[in-house]
């Protein structure tokens, strides 16, 4: 069967291969695609100006370039975050959100539809994993991200729906062409990376060097909290995770971010703080704190104002670098994954929607 290949999805050296070998055109032509597919960003084969007219038809016909639509988009009227859900070319939504800071605009993607990891408080996990993401398709939520709001993002967050390390060779493409000076030419420095903790490939990130921040999902400082809340602390248990990282701090020089999402009654209270401190003393790290958003589905609660901040001075005190993280967009959010399941689940009445921009209020407020 004759499938099209998707050169998005291609880092430079890949796209010269498929250039010179499948195409068998000359090795310039390759870094000339490349150019208008990452640093122009255009759409179609047909704005590539600089090719001949026959090699532009046969790219046409042999070749694709990924983009998704925007299939809704809610702004807030409190911070001006936007989230944007993204429909890739086989009809599958993905969210992206859009936060201004005074840095400048840093964009949260996605990296697989749906996910497989199967965490207890989070909307993402509920139907499972559809599939992953291709390295195009999470430079085209960037991509299309930047070009709807007219501005380049200034950081980046592999934080949306989805477990990047268990994608791990296509965001690895993704990030070499994102970084690469032909393309974006976005400095890694200023890309995060969460995983809930697949220890043997963060382990394998730890040998890229990459140089961008790793964040690991937390969220209990002893086994039978988090294994009830996450269920890969079933394969690699907290000292195979704090010892995973302890490499990845002494092989990259990085300080690894901690997320701890605060969820009432179950790991917000002084023994888990204390166990926190023990857990990470010595650690050149910080520590972020989440309260948990409700999922309603999940059943989780919010902590208390006061729990919170209870349990950050704790941490503070004993000598750990904790912030608790401000909230953006808190009218227009519903926990990240959950504008993908409404749509899903409205799906019959909406496929034909256009875009929409609400400031309404969010199920939590
Ligand atoms: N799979 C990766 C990245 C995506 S989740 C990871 O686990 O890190 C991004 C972050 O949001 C993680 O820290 C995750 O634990 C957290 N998260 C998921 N659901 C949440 C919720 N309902 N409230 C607060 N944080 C949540």
């Known amino acids: 069967m004759n499938q099209k290949t998707d050169l998005s999805s291609m880092t430079l050296a890949k796209l010269t291969e498929y250039v010179t070998g499948t195409l068998g055109e000359p090795r310039f032509r390759a870094g000339?695609?490349?150019t208008w597919l990452h640093q122009k960003q255009v759409v179609s084969f047909g704005e590539m100006t600089n090719l001949s007219a026959a090699l532009r038809s046969r790219l046409e016909e042999e070749a694709f370039i990924t983009r998704p639509t925007v299939r809704r988009e809610l702004r807030s009227r409190l911070d001006g975050t936007v989230k944007y859900l993204f429909e890739m070319p086989d009809g599958n939504c993905v969210e992206s959100v859009l936060m201004q800071y005074h840095h400048g605009p840093s964009l949260c993607i996605s990296t697989q539809v749906g996910c497989?990891?199967?965490?207890r408080f989070c909307a993402s996990t509920l139907g499972g994993k559809v599939r992953d993401l291709t390295p195009g398709e999470m430079l085209g939520e960037v991509y299309e991200a930047q070009r709807q709001s007219g501005k380049p993002i200034s950081t980046l967050v592999l934080m949306g729906i989805g477990e990047p390390l268990d994608n791990f060779d296509n965001v690895m493409d993704f990030l070499e062409i994102l970084s690469s000076p032909q393309g974006q030419n976005l400095s890694l420095r200023h890309v995060s990376l969460s995983t809930c903790g697949l220890v043997d490939n963060i382990r394998r990130l730890a040998e890229k060097k990459l140089g961008l921040t790793l964040s690991v999902s937390l969220h209990a400082s002893d086994d039978a909290t988090r294994s009830e809340i996450?269920?890969?602390n079933n394969r690699y248990k907290i000292g195979q995770l704090m010892e995973a990282c302890r490499e990845y701090f002494a092989i990259t020089g990085r300080r690894i971010s901690?997320?701890?999402?605060?969820?009432?009654?179950?790991?917000?209270?002084?023994?888990?703080?204390?166990?926190?401190?023990?857990?990470l003393e010595g650690q050149n790290c910080h520590v972020n704190l989440i309260p948990v958003n409700p999922v309603a589905e999940r059943g989780t609660r919010r902590s208390s104002r006061e729990a919170v901040e209870r349990f950050r001075r704790m941490l503070e005190e004993g000598g750990l670098s904790a912030t608790v993280r401000r909230e953006l967009g808190s009218d227009i959010s519903a926990a990240c994954g959950q504008l993908r399941r409404q749509e899903a689940a409205g799906a019959g009445e909406r496929t034909q929607k256009p875009v929409?921009?609400?400031?309404r209020p969010g199920p939590e407020e």
């Open 258 to 279: 901690y997320e701890y999402a605060l969820i009432d009654g179950v790991n917000d209270g002084p023994a888990q703080a204390r166990g926190l401190l023990k857990l």
């Open 230 to 232: 996450m269920p890969v």
């Open 356 to 359: 929409e921009t609400t400031g």
């Open 32 to 34: 000339q695609i490349y």
């Open 116 to 119: 497989r990891m199967g965490c």
